[in-house]
């Protein structure tokens, strides 16, 4: 197969598996949040009563678990693609 029905096939796949790694991102930080800050909620950035150490560590902890959920989706994404075309998606 050429490459470009490899990046081809990958397209539509990284779509989809981006909103996959959003909401599962979304709801392993709501997990983590609660288990390390003992809050229900999450701050949000413009809440007066929250710190801003709370609100900036949230950020960092929200991001960094979003990071490695979509490197995590899009690596099986790409593992996938080479399996189904035989060529890695670059």
């Keep these: 197969m050429s490459k470009g029905i490899g990046k081809a096939a990958y397209k539509p796949v990284g779509v989809l598996m981006g909103f996959a790694a959003g909401a599962i991102a979304g ?11 003992g809050d ?3 701050p949000n950035p413009t809440d007066e009563d929250r710190r801003w150490g709370e609100v900036l560590a949230a950020a960092a902890l929200q991001g960094a678990i979003f990071s490695v959920v ?3 989706v899009d690596r099986g994404g790409a ?6 075309t035989g060529r890695w998606p670059d």
């Design 70 to 72: 979509r490197a995590a």
């Design 40 to 42: 229900g909620e999450a």
């Design 79 to 84: 593992v996938g693609v080479r399996r189904f």
């Design 27 to 37: 709801a392993v930080f709501r997990q983590v949040w609660k288990m390390t800050a």
